[in-house]
């Protein structure tokens, strides 16, 4: 089945440590994204990616980090920079980023602090 | 696990009766809005989408429409049923594909 994988589904971080989630997708798109979701929140973008071997930085782009070296993948680093890093995270991917094509989402990954 | 409905506005509808989420956007130069639903524990799942051309667009049996005049947005439910209780998400295009997200709206149907 095409789609977009999310893994871990729960991932726990000690203070001071970098974690890395993980995103691939088999829909062959050229852009991909992340997005922070707190309870009562809309989701709030933290980079993006138009190609492979580009991204930029969303609005809340301060404690975190990306690569984009395949087209299927654009993994996420937490960093020990973030603060406040307990949410939900979830990856998209669209065709491109220049047209208007919904994006469509992994099913997340909820990262809690230990 | 936590609730994306937490603290949201909430819809109680009866099993069987028509669903109306509203959604005011933010900028008047967007061109492209899309309806989102999340069930908790999951990603939002694409439901329908409208260009700023359009007024109304139909799917199965969901039907978006846009007031350009006043940057509003409703997504209407026909038949709602009890899968259809999730977050209601509605988002704005803006730059390359960026997209603005409505804080949501909880729908609980009621059996």
């Known amino acids: 089945d095409g789609g977009i994988t999310q893994s871990p589904k729960y991932l726990f971080r000690k203070e001071g440590q970098n974690v890395t989630l993980s995103c691939e997708q088999n829909l062959n798109h050229d852009a991909m994204y992340w997005y922070r979701q707190d309870p009562g929140q809309g989701l709030r973008l933290i980079y993006y990616?138009?190609?492979?071997?580009?991204?930029q930085k969303g609005d809340i782009a301060e404690g975190y980090s990306v690569s984009r070296e395949k087209k299927e993948s654009f993994p996420l680093t937490v960093t020990s920079a973030q603060k406040n890093p307990t949410a939900f995270y979830l990856c998209?991917?669209?065709?491109?980023?220049?047209?208007?094509?919904?994006?469509?989402f992994g099913d997340g990954t909820r990262l809690s602090i230990l | 696990g936590e609730s994306v409905g937490l603290h949201l506005p909430t819809l109680s509808v009866q099993e069987g009766d028509n669903s109306i989420i509203n959604c005011a956007y933010s900028n008047s130069a967007s061109d492209y809005f899309i309806w989102y639903k999340q069930e908790s524990g999951k990603g939002p799942q694409f439901i329908i989408d409208i260009r700023s051309n359009m007024d109304k667009r139909q799917g199965q049996r969901v039907t978006v429409l846009l007031n350009k005049t006043v940057k509003h947005l409703s997504l209407q439910i026909a038949a709602t049923q009890p899968g259809d209780s999730a977050v209601y998400f509605c988002?704005?295009?803006?730059?390359?594909?960026?997209?603005?997200f409505g804080k949501g709206n909880q729908v609980v149907v009621i059996p």
């Open positions: 988002a704005e295009r803006y730059g390359n594909n960026r997209l603005a």
């Open positions: 998209a991917s669209s065709i491109s980023a220049g047209e208007n094509q919904p994006q469509h």
């Open positions: 990616s138009q190609i492979v071997n580009d991204f």
